[in-house]
């Protein structure tokens, strides 16, 4: 189970590919033997439970980046070097794929998605069980249910397995502190994103910047990054888990007095690279969301546009836009239910009207403005890490994965 990175030219792109392949197996089996287990006691205090815990499963192990485990894997050798075995930390980088499942399932279950990594949604896969077996009641309402308890399951087993870790208690106590703060501020940002589409013509692309720094960057870069940090027992305790604004940090700064520790300054510089690469993460996911390509992002084109959701792109839009582009944004959604299966050709007026209203976004400037805040973050979040106290194996891996996280297709 101990894979390590093999030796190469620090931050070389075949170093960073084929250390994230051995890490990726590595958690992958982590993952594993793990839900087995898991799988296995719960079969047997119900057999009725099997189906359930099998959709549990999948949502875990199904598809995937295994991004957070990667920059929580480069946190840790960050300041450890690349000596120490990974196998003591195996569960912790594991626990944050199982956190990831619980928040995915959840916002699947809030958004009303059909479709997740190109395969149905944990709640639609347990409404097509409920109609299957024909039980009584409503389907739908049965496996929304029935998927918040896989969420809640998978945010548990989250921490069964991050307890797994072979780190001394005090330790562990750093990594619970990241963990918890990492966990509040995703529900936090999560509930700005539910907030936002009720109120889409209050807010702000401000607003929404924050959300994607709670919600996406909080769990994605910036809490994996100092959970790594705290696992080679670099992050005091008290100051674990702060999140600071990526557009206001002071980028290059490497702590906030005249004689930093060496635990400050690593925590202050993945703070900066963490909310910058982190919001970078999210403005490519609104980019995703209206013009990406469903065979590869596995989720219907155009979601962001038929919902209204008040994305950065969205709102600098509206910006931007001319009196006839405003109102023609102005009427989103397109379709609440973001399904478009009438049987008059709505479906079919529902694809052109998306196809439409996203070359408006593109003719307002809305996209190429949020490529160069993509840019402008990621050079901003790799230079944060210049003059860290970090190992410079793990700062090139690190600088190779900012550009990797933030110029994906999926």
Known sequence: MAVETPPEPPGSARSAATG??????AVDDTL?????????????????LRQFAQIARDSVLTGGKRLRP???????RGVVGTGPPLAPILPALAALELLHAFALVHDDVMDASATRRGRPTAHRRLAGQHRASGRTGDPVRFGDAAAVLVGDLCLVWADRLLAASGVPA??????????????IDTIA??????????????WSVERALRVARHKTASYTVTGPMHLGAALAGAVEPALAGAVEPASTASVGSTGGSDHPGQADAVRTAYTRYGGNVGEAFQLRDDLLGVFGD???????????LRTGKPTVLLLLARELATRHQAAALDAL?????????????SEEQTRQRVARLAEIVVETGAA??????????????????????????????????AVAATTRQA
Not at 170 to 183: F, G, K, P
Not at 294 to 304: E, H, I, L
Not at 333 to 345: K, L, S
Not at 371 to 383: D, K, P, Q, T
């Open 170 to 183: 005090t330790t562990m106590l750093a990594v619970r502190r990241c963990y918890d703060q990492m966990r």
């Open 333 to 345: 959604p397109v379709d609440t239910a973001g399904t478009g299966d009438g049987d008059d050709g």
């Open 189 to 202: 940002g999560q509930y700005l994103d539910v907030l936002g589409e009720s109120d889409a013509g209050n």
């Open 294 to 304: 469903p065979a590869v992002t596995g989720k219907p084109a155009g979601d962001d």
């Open 70 to 76: 990667v920059f929580a894997h480069w946190g840790w």
């Open 32 to 48: 594993i033997d793990f839900l087995s287990t898991e799988m296995d006691a719960l079969d047997v205090l119900d057999p009725g």
């Open 368 to 401: 190429a403005q949020v490529e160069r805040m993509i840019e402008r973050r990621v050079m901003a979040g790799v230079s944060a890490l210049t003059s860290a106290p970090i190992d410079d194996t793990a700062r090139g891996v690190l600088t190779d994965l």
């Open 20 to 25: 994230r392949d051995a890490l990726t197996t």
